[in-house]
């Protein structure tokens, strides 16, 4: 018999004598030894089986799942002191709970033991890892002794102030924000008071101390005119507004900034994107970002980008400008262009030259019959395209205008209505 053996048969010797010590209750169910926290008794018809947690983990009577073993800090053990002796390694003291950094001086770092496999975990920032409740707290609740404040510094050599950062109230603010000492733009947060972040407003603000916040440059002193020095993602491609001048904008490629400048005719918003980022400056709302308004013309363009009209009678087509050549582009079958919108309209809001007739190709009755479908429609009444189940006419104030159905709907020469899932008959 080798001491495996004998181990193993002196073990059951002892479970077995422990067993027969232990007096079960009248009811089936597990109950905890008086002395050994993680040991408890399975009884099963007045009799005891004893047996243990795994290792690192205790007995609760008062679970009342089936598995009632649980984490020490978990569990009230009272009188119960004693445990079975540990099997861990060198990270987990036993094999399964929440334990300490090994090194007494590291105090925000702990490991979740499972089985003995373990894995590391840091708090954060400004915490401590608390045995006793298994979480991390702040240093004044854990009472750790021994441990090292490791301050963390930024590449730039910033280090977050020892002293606690309070509000106009003299609240601890918990995510205090400081001001960079060269560049406007970026400022620092240090997280719970004691892990630095180097942050930045986006490109067009500047950090304004006094409000904690990214500001527009006028409203810091020292910042108006300061242009930004760094991009605020390290990937992508971002744009954002020069803060002064309107067809400028500062682009973001992958980290790296670049002044760029839209092409003549165009400005830049944040929201066009016509060319390199840009929208026709008649979109967009400078404010008091300053605009050239100088062009720079060719035939049929009046600035490298922009829509203008291809003659000054109703037209169904406009000119298109793109880097100085016009392109002839028509309007949706039953529309003019309007010069006052830079783009199509219906031929009745530009009565002083267009004739709806002839643009839509239909007259509009003075009346209907009243049993007719298009009655039901007065004063807007419908009527079917000859040879198109996919548009109608109807008639505004005596006008007509061509209407087209939706995606995949056909127009019902029956119901004068567009629906879905009907047979095309033209």
Known sequence: MNKFTVVLAITALIASASAQNFKCPPKDGQYEDPVQCDKFYECTD??????????????????????????????????????????????????????????????????????????????????????????????????????????????????????QSVDSTGQTVAHPKYAHPTDCQRFYVCLNGVEPRDLGCQIGEVYNE???????????????????????EPFGVQAYAHPEICDQFFLCTNGTLTLETCENGLAFDGKGHVYNHCNYNWA???????????????????????????????????????????????CDDGLVYDDRIHGCNWPDQLLEKCD???????????????????????????????????RLYTCVEGHPRLITCGEGKIFDKNSLTCEEDIPCVA
């Open 46 to 163: 007045g009799q005891a089986v004893m047996k243990l947690c795994p290792d690192g983990l205790v007995f609760d009577p008062t679970i009342r799942k089936i598995n009632k073993c649980d984490q020490p800090f978990n569990v009230d053990c009272g009188d119960r002191t004693e445990l079975q002796p540990p099997k861990g390694n060198h990270i987990c003291p036993r094999r399964n709970g929440f334990f300490a950094h090994p090194d007494p001086a590291v105090c925000n770092v702990f490991y979740n033991c499972i089985e003995g496999e373990y894995t590391e975990i840091t708090c954060t920032a400004g915490l401590h890892f608390d045995e006793y409740t298994g979480t991390c707290v702040w240093p004044n609740t854990a009472q750790r002794q021994g441990c090292q404040d490791k301050s963390k510094e930024l590449k730039d050599g910033f280090t977050c102030p020892k002293e």
């Open 210 to 232: 006094e409000t904690q916040r990214c500001d527009a440059p006028e409203n810091v002193p020292g910042c108006a005119y300061g242009a930004p020095t760094s991009c605020p």
């Open 284 to 330: 967009v709302d400078c404010g008091h970002r300053k605009y050239d308004p100088t062009p720079l013309s060719s035939p049929g363009c009046e600035y490298r980008f922009g829509i203008y009209p291809d003659t000054d009678k109703c037209s169904t087509t406009y000119l298109k400008c793109e880097h100085g050549e016009p392109y002839v582009s028509p």
């Open 356 to 390: 709806p007739t002839a643009v839509v190709g239909f007259v509009c009755p003075d009346h209907v019959p009243s049993h007719s479908p298009a009655a039901r429609f007065w004063p807007f009444p419908r009527f079917p395209v000859p040879g198109d189940c996919h």
